[in-house]
Structures are given as C-alpha cells and as structure tokens.
C-alpha cells in the first residue's frame, strides 16, 4: 500500500480541522451540555441496591436450606471475616 504526499496532506488536513472541535477549542467547539440531576437516578440506584441484597438473601436462604441456617452461615461468615481484619492490625496500632 503506497501513500502518496499528496493524499497524505489531504489527510492531515482533514484531522486538524476535526481536531478543534473534538476538543472543544475554537469557533467550532460544540455547547457544554449542562450536567442534571434528577431524583428518578437516585431511585433507580436504591432499587438497584434493594433487589441485590434481596436477591442475595434469597439465594443465601435457599442455598442454606432454611432461614436458621441461612442466620448461622451469615453469623459464621461475618465473624470470619471481622477475625480477619482483626489479624491485619498490628498490635497498638488505634488507625490513627
């Protein structure tokens, strides 16, 4: 494949004129659309969130076989865990 010089300037022109506007530079820099923010975001968000943790519960419940074990395994594993980020601190050490 052969560029030629002339077919190579013709590209370059091309890129420098489209580059100003890309970047919002110039005479042809396109309008800032102003950033809103509506109360249907924020729902949406909490939905998100409350179908999560309830989908999570339910899988822990049925994977359990029953709401007592579904507690206990709960219990277990936050325990676990907070013995975990017990072991992490060093000794006298207040996160300070």
């Given amino acids: ?3 030629y010089k ?3 300037q013709d590209g370059i022109e ?3 004129s489209v580059v100003p506007a890309v970047m919002g530079v ?3 820099a396109r309008p800032r659309i102003p950033e809103t923010r509506t109360p249907g975001a924020w729902s949406a968000l909490l939905w998100i969130i409350v179908i999560t943790l309830g989908g999570v519960a339910a ?3 049925l994977s359990a076989g029953g709401l007592d074990k579904a507690r206990q395994r709960l219990k ?3 325990a676990k865990e907070l013995d975990f980020l017990r072991t992490l601190r060093k000794p006298g050490d207040d996160n300070r």
């Fill in 14 to 16: 091309l890129l420098a």
């Fill in 76 to 78: 277990t594993f936050v």
């Fill in 6 to 8: 002339e077919e190579a």
């Fill in 26 to 28: 110039g005479a042809q």
């Fill in 1 to 3: 494949n052969t560029l």
């Fill in 59 to 61: 899988f822990l419940v």
